[in-house]
């Protein structure tokens, strides 16, 4: 297991950059590093492991080898979550390990997709605790935004053109709380003319 190989992931910004040890075919285990940490975190500890795992120590974004997000954009964990989603759906992985330090061991205590964990092996301090009358409501929230933007990307569909009065009709659609004449205000700078629409 001290070999390893470099392995990158698409993702709308650039990639986000991963390492991986043992047999691809072997049970996987996905490894989350530290806040300003990489995937180096686990060069010492993968080699005194298991070795018929398959190990994926990924680089959050903007951190290792990973792309950055686009400059203004925040950092937030829960699209570190999402990060992780993208990677095991690239590895074709519906059910795995997860493996985290420090920050990485934080978010996969809140990874919002148990059906997806397998085990969780949380290196250094406690996990992210709630009320139990507050988890469901608090997972479904999350995923729903999560599984939301990761559909939208999925689509990567052209804008369609529309005239104004089809997007203020679609506006509204998506918006039930506005009136027509709200709706109308926001297309004033919410659209953009194009030469089909």
């Not at 570190?80 to 990485?104: E, I, K, N």
């Amino acid at each position: 297991l001290g070999m390893f190989s470099e392995l990158k992931f698409s993702v709308p910004w650039g990639h986000v950059a991963a390492k991986a040890w043992g047999p691809s075919e072997g049970h996987p285990v996905l490894c989350l590093h530290g806040w300003l940490d990489n995937a180096n975190t686990f060069d010492k500890l993968i080699p005194l492991l298991p070795r018929d795992c398959y190990y994926v120590a990924m680089d959050f974004s903007g951190h290792g080898l990973s792309s950055h997000r686009p400059a203004g954009c925040l950092y937030h964990l829960l699209d570190y979550v999402s990060d992780v989603r993208r990677v095991a759906a690239a590895l074709q992985w519906r059910r795995f390990t997860l493996m985290g330090h420090s920050m990485g061991k934080w978010l996969l205590s809140f990874f919002l997709y148990p059906e997806m964990v397998d085990r969780l092996i949380l290196l250094e301090n406690l996990g992210f605790l709630l009320a139990p009358e507050d988890t469901e409501s608090w997972l479904k929230s999350k995923r729903m935004v999560i599984d939301r933007l990761l559909s939208l990307e999925a689509k990567q569909q052209t804008p369609k053109a529309r005239s104004p009065e089809a997007a203020l009709q679609r506006l509204l659609e998506a918006n039930r709380h506005l009136t027509a004449e709200g709706g109308a205000i926001l297309l004033q700078r919410g659209a953009t003319e194009t030469p089909a629409g």
